[in-house]
């Protein structure tokens, strides 16, 4: 299994930016697959996860109304589309995909069994 994470980038704020997550090698029993980031001494935290079999997705409070998870089956490519960017939103933005329920809930890495390299978005003031 890989994923690769792109789309990363410098941008001022209020900008936009398009994260993608291309996946290869999941299998049909992938349940989903989430966005997490991870800002200079700080914490892994969860941003967004969109469910495989329904389509429902997921998001922090923080980033509602500004950036949307989607999906492109076809081309197993899993998409966060980021609006009015804000400073804060400044991180190394990862995916992941969630192959097994271990009892934790999808905002946790604990859930996740692949992750991509991850991929910096800068926002500047």
């Known amino acids: 299994v890989q994923l690769q994470a792109f789309g990363g980038g410098l941008v001022q704020a209020e900008g936009s930016l398009r994260l993608s997550c291309a996946a290869s090698g999941l299998t049909s029993s992938t349940y989903g697959m989430g966005w997490f980031r991870q800002a200079p001494g700080k914490e892994r935290e969860f941003v967004a996860y969109?469910?495989?079999?329904?389509?429902?997705?997921y998001s922090i409070d923080s980033v509602k109304g500004r950036f949307t998870i989607s999906r492109d089956n076809a081309k197993n490519t899993v998409y966060l589309q980021m609006n009015s960017l804000k400073p804060e939103d400044t991180a190394v933005y990862y995916c992941?995909?969630?192959?097994?329920?271990?009892?934790?809930?999808?905002?946790?890495?604990?859930?996740?069994?692949?992750w991509g390299q991850g991929t910096l978005v800068t926002v500047s003031s």
């Open positions: 992941a995909a969630r192959t097994r329920f271990s009892g934790s809930s999808y905002r946790s890495t604990l859930e996740y069994t692949y």
């Open positions: 969109f469910t495989y079999s329904s389509g429902i997705t």
